[in-house]
């Protein structure tokens, strides 16, 4: 039976206050609603198809101090490194190689270390491997946006990792990125500078992930009525439960995870959704249906590593909890009747 | 019967057009087009990438199929003009369908910009097929500009949702008689698409009703008799529905009767 405090909503018009609802209830029957008029809206919109794509972090330097990264600032035992022009080409041809078209670049968050001219060079090489090129980044200026998307920039990836302002205060300890406004307002430049798509999310699990989610689900909706041209695009990376948890993360289980994709699907029909691969293959597969239209494939966080025997480089950002290759993830998805995209951009700035 | 379709000058068997996108499966979109007997297809220039060998979309689909390449992710005339110039170099053809999306909710066209990209571009020799939103001084502006047809939108892309702009689709079958009318997106049934032909629409364009089906060869099929049966239809010049009786004098008039 579903739970009286649901009753009436209609899952193709959901609101805001709706979905504070299907947060707060634990409903296993409308969940199972919520899956299937998602799958059927996923379907609808994108057809059978999962667009694939790769990280290649370039640099990990850092000045932030995030308790919950490993590349912190203060985090002396991480190597640290960043790539020349040569090896960032070298890493491209590698991972083009594997046959892939789209490519996800990171640096960690330093303007002393990876200042955007460096970004921006970058950029320029992949745009010759890559039809599409988008970027994770310490959050910038909008004229350096602009530059940006000039070299060839399509998409920027940006997480406010929480919303809740406190919280942020108390979980980033130093470095630029304590400055909350600077973050929260950067989709507003990337967008005015002609970037066509940006990605967003939290770090579930930071603070009670149902007031994240709201917040971000409140976020990209004023953003898609400001700037309708956007391609907007979301992310729910959540905190694995660590053993020594002083910094009291809550945890996200699956069944949350569920919700929270679903729940964004209804509410944003045409929003890419992408699955990262700090899920289990066993995860990633099962959610495929319900609103995911991306996923990276093949994927190395550590700085470089697409190169072979070129195991130099130092730790990831992350454990890769899905290690399978481009071609395995590609079969995987047509086993299971999706048409693995590779190619779904033509850089019309730059070419 | 002869009623062969006409559009930039090629001639077309068949009024049923075809979306190659949202397939799960390749081979099941190359046979989707060969089972429905389409002889035109398009296919969004984002989506080829002639390096990729073995899943280049361009090799699924069977030849001597017109190839229309749109301009998908163009947010305004520039951009679709410069999608033209890059499948025109490309040596994908001179048939481009303009679409101009500024809003990436409801993927609703932007006419005026469509208006312009379509100015240019036929200017150049593309033979231009624009995706609009039914509004009859829009599609006068179309025919001035220069496009080989206009793709008005039955409703809204992906929607399955049918004929929702019907009364302004038949404003336009009614007054734009210099090129054809191809009716294009939120077709989710065979019995749409035999209704916007019935209506007298002069090919329909689907894409997500065939690519979703279980079956998407069989669907593909479908529709393309549903585009003929409407066909015939309008041709055979069906009855007009009437709504309630229309006899001269009342049926019940003998009850009053003295």
């Not at chain 1, 002083?246 to 679903?262: A, F, G, P």
């Not at chain 2, 001179?94 to 679409?99: G, V």
């Amino acid at each position: 039976m579903m739970s009286k405090s649901l009753s009436g909503i209609d899952l193709l018009h959901l609101t805001i206050d709706d979905i504070r609802r299907i947060f707060s209830a634990d409903d296993r029957d409308f969940l199972e609603e919520m899956a299937r008029a998602a799958r059927e809206l996923t379907r609808r919109q994108f057809g059978r198809t999962i667009s694939l794509y790769a990280p290649l972090y370039i640099a990990n330097y850092c000045e932030n101090e995030c308790v919950y990264c490993g590349f912190h600032a203060s985090q002396k035992s991480m190597p640290r490194s960043k790539l020349t022009m040569e090896q960032i080409d070298r890493e491209c041809e590698a991972l083009a190689a594997t046959g892939n078209r789209s490519i996800l670049l990171l640096t960690g968050e330093s303007r002393f270390h990876s200042p955007p001219q460096y970004i921006r060079e970058a950029v320029r090489i992949a745009a010759r491997y890559f039809s599409y090129v988008a970027l994770e980044v310490y959050p910038l200026d909008e004229e350096e946006y602009r530059e940006l998307y000039l070299a060839g920039v399509d998409g920027v990836t940006l997480y406010q990792e929480t919303y809740d302002r406190a919280r942020y205060d108390e979980l980033h300890l130093a470095g630029p990125k304590k400055v909350y406004d600077y973050r929260v307002s950067a989709p507003d430049r990337i967008a005015r500078s002609g970037i066509r798509h940006i990605s967003m999310g939290a770090l579930l699990g930071l603070t009670d992930w149902r007031s994240d989610v709201i917040a971000l689900f409140e976020h990209v909706r004023s953003l898609e009525k400001r700037y309708p041209g956007v391609e907007f695009g979301l992310a729910f990376p959540r905190l694995r439960r660590v053993a020594d948890d002083i910094h009291h993360y809550q945890e996200v289980s699956d069944r949350d995870m569920l919700k929270i994709m679903t729940a964004a699907r209804l509410l944003f029909p045409r929003v890419g959704i992408s699955i990262s691969t700090r899920e289990t293959p066993r995860f990633r597969d099962s959610i495929l249906e319900f609103g995911v239209t991306k996923m990276s494939a093949g994927s190395s966080t550590r700085v470089g590593g697409y190169l072979e025997g070129e195991h130099k480089y130092e730790d990831g950002q992350f454990e890769v909890f899905d290690p399978r290759s481009f071609d395995e993830i590609k079969t995987m998805l047509k086993s299971r009747c999706f048409d693995p995209v590779v190619t779904d951009w033509r850089n019309i700035v730059n070419s | 019967m002869d009623d062969k379709l006409i559009v930039g000058g090629r001639e077309f068997g068949s009024r049923f057009f075809l979306g190659t996108g949202k397939f799960g499966d390749k081979e099941a979109m190359r046979r989707a087009v060969v089972s429905s007997g389409s002889e035109l297809v398009t296919v969004a220039l984002r989506r080829i990438d002639l390096d990729e060998t073995d899943e280049n979309i361009l090799s699924f689909i069977p030849e001597g199929v017109t190839i229309m390449v749109n301009t998908s992710g163009a947010r305004n005339a520039e951009e679709a003009v410069r999608i033209a110039h890059i499948a025109r170099e490309a040596g994908y053809g001179e048939w481009i369908k303009i679409e101009v999306i500024n809003d990436s909710r409801y993927l609703l066209p932007d006419n005026q910009e469509t208006i312009k990209a379509t100015r240019i571009l036929s200017g150049e020799g593309f033979v231009v097929l624009p995706y609009m939103h039914p509004d009859l001084y829009v599609a006068k502006a179309l025919v001035e500009a220069g496009a080989a047809a206009v793709m008005p939108l039955g409703s809204l892309i992906g929607s399955n949702q049918g004929l929702k702009m019907r009364t302004l689709i038949e404003v336009l079958i009614e007054e734009i008689t210099e090129i054809p009318i191809v009716v294009d997106a939120g077709i989710g049934r065979p019995s749409h698409a035999a209704e916007a032909m019935e209506m007298g629409a002069d090919a329909v364009l689907a894409n997500t009703a065939v690519a979703d089906a279980e079956d998407p060869p069989l669907m593909a099929a479908a529709f393309a008799r549903g585009v003929e049966a409407g066909r015939m239809a309008y041709l055979a010049k069906m009855g007009r529905e009437r709504k309630g009786a229309a006899a001269s004098s009342p049926l019940t008039g003998f009850l009053y009767d003295e």
